[in-house]
């Protein structure tokens, strides 16, 4: 007897609609024609692109992490209606529009060495050891323009042939290690793999130690903590709670 | 205020040229102010036709000086001061490039659609030619301890002669260096190689036929009486100095000459002995010094 096919992807999407939207879908207004991987489906106009590749049934197992625009693991790649430009951006920030054709890019397969910081030393020579592509920049600027951080991507690549580990460290400060620089690169660097390198380096070897930081290290050393940990630890769960709430409501964190 | 393009190797191997050269320029009452948001020069002229994005990181550095006068950092000021031959060369190959071919400049122009164009307004110059404009009598007044008794032979190599439209000096027989090392009261050796090449990138490949060019080059300096040599460029200076060792493989009499920056001996003769670098010369020239009595107070 041949079994009743079940379509997985008519389920999921069918349970996905009203948990992304929070709406009836016949109550929804405005709608737009999209393209995901080149299959055409019709979506609610205000989703994000993640949200309108849930609501078109797909179900994220890569490519989908914090939704909230910090962890970098939605990049994606489309192109606008009438528009030859390929544009990355997150998935979870950035609204479906009209015409858009998608792809989810579920993982940067970007090189990346292996090393010790605390064995390098630091000079400028190491970033060129473990990242030599970096000589190849031609300065186009196409990773600068495809950072969703908006970061300047190609100065602080540059910084890294001017051996300065503190420019890379600032310059990168809050890349989300995404990949899209990479993957769109012509020179086919990888910069955010450096920069995190760099970053390693300058904080290992280069920025000026924090005093605060020593001595409260220092302290917990010393077991300065030890007995506040303990009475924690040996707390009930009904204790714990009530702690935890007492503590919330004051003013003062640490 | 005149913006000043440092280059790769000046931020790393070759600190001791830029500092040199900027507190000289101080001294000579130029502050030299480095370029904002500079980027690599691309390092090498592409010559292909069409190939216009190795032109794209040159022309990038020019738009920035171009910025400069726009945020009103500067004011009227559209000089770009190198001190890296070949820094000089391709940022300088680049405008004359693009603005003998319109076209050309349209297209990376559009390239860089979210950026500044280029207006054409730059002018390259090489610190050489910023000293030549200060003037050597000037040169010659700031001198503290004159280079008396020291001979030394310019160096040219290419890249500051040829081609002849980015030529600072006669390509055929320069003598800007001459007039310096006059003014720095030294000796001036000719070389009648001063001209000839190093062997540029050959040296990453080709170690023998580079240090083979090096031999004949210092030989015919040290045969006309030199007893160092002054160059302006980092990859000159890699491979006369450098490859020395490669050089005293093959021809075990060969004896080692110094090879120096030029500013490393103006910054000598202006007394500035914090910033000569001497300890950073693969060569060492502090033997030589000392017996000229030109030794430096300190560590350098």
Redesign the interface.
């Known amino acids: 007897m041949k079994k009743k096919k079940i379509d997985v992807m008519e389920r999921v999407r069918e349970a996905s609609k009203a948990v992304i939207t929070g709406v009836d879908d016949k109550d929804i207004e405005h709608w737009v024609d999209i393209h995901i991987m080149g299959k055409a489906y019709q979506v609610p106009a205000d989703l994000t692109i993640m949200q309108a590749i849930e609501y078109a049934g797909y179900r994220l197992m890569r490519s989908c992490g914090c939704r909230a625009g910090f962890c970098g693991a939605c990049s994606t790649i489309f192109r606008r209606k009438g528009e030859y430009k390929l544009q990355g951006a997150m998935a979870c920030q950035t609204r479906v529009e009209d015409g858009m054709m998608l792809v989810q890019i579920p993982f940067s397969p970007a090189e990346k060495p292996l090393y010790d910081i605390r064995e390098e030393k630091y000079e400028s020579s190491v970033l060129l050891k473990y990242f030599p592509d970096v000589a190849r920049c031609v300065s186009c600027n196409t990773c600068t323009k495809s950072c969703p951080q908006n970061l300047q991507v190609m100065d602080y690549v540059q910084a890294a042939l001017k051996g300065d580990f503190r420019g890379i460290a600032e310059g990168s400060f809050e890349c989300i290690q995404c990949g899209l620089c990479a993957i769109r690169c012509p020179a086919e660097i990888v910069q955010y793999h450096m920069a995190q390198f760099a970053r390693r380096m300058y904080g290992r070897h280069g920025s000026p130690r924090d005093k605060n930081v020593e001595s409260r290290v220092g302290e917990i050393e010393k077991g300065k903590f030890n007995d506040e940990f303990d009475r924690v630890m040996g707390l009930s769960e009904a204790e714990l709670k009530d702690v935890y709430t007492k503590q919330q409501n004051t003013r003062e964190v640490y | 205020m005149i913006p000043y393009f440092?280059g790769?190797t000046l931020?790393?191997k070759a600190d001791f040229f830029e500092t040199s050269a900027l507190r000289v320029a101080r001294c000579l009452g130029t502050e030299l102010i480095e370029l904002p948001?500079?980027?690599?020069c691309?390092t090498v002229t592409s010559l292909t036709s069409d190939d216009l994005?190795?032109h794209?990181?040159p022309l990038?550095d020019l738009i920035r000086v171009e910025d400069m006068n726009t945020s009103g950092e500067i004011y009227q000021e559209y000089r770009l001061v190198a001190l890296c031959s070949m820094c000089f060369h391709v940022l300088k190959r680049a405008h004359l490039r693009v603005m003998q071919n319109p076209g050309e400049l349209e297209k990376i122009n559009n390239?860089?659609y979210?950026?500044s164009d280029y207006q054409g307004k730059v002018s390259v110059l090489h610190f050489l030619e910023l000293l030549r404009d200060i003037g050597f009598p000037k040169i010659q007044r700031t001198v503290k301890r004159p280079l008396a008794g020291l001979r030394v032979s310019p160096y040219y190599g290419c890249l500051l002669l040829r081609p002849k439209e980015v030529a600072i000096d006669d390509p055929e027989d320069p003598a800007i260096l001459s007039h310096l090392l006059e003014a720095l009261g030294a000796e001036v050796i000719n070389n009648p190689f001063k001209t000839r090449c190093c062997g540029s990138y050959q040296t990453v490949c080709d170690k023998a036929a580079v240090a083979e060019l090096t031999f004949d080059i210092l030989s015919r300096a040290r045969q006309e009486g030199a007893e160092c040599v002054i160059t302006s460029c980092p990859l000159c200076m890699f491979n006369l100095a450098d490859r020395q060792k490669e050089v005293r493989e093959k021809h075990p009499e060969f004896e080692p000459m110094p090879v120096l920056y030029f500013t490393q001996l103006m910054a000598l003769a202006f007394g500035l002995d914090d910033v000569c670098g001497f300890d950073q010369n693969a060569v060492d020239a502090r033997p030589l010094l000392q017996e000229k009595g030109l030794s430096t107070r300190g560590a350098s």
């Open positions: 440092p790769c931020k790393t948001r500079w980027n690599c691309g994005i190795h794209v990181a990038r390239l860089m979210l950026e």
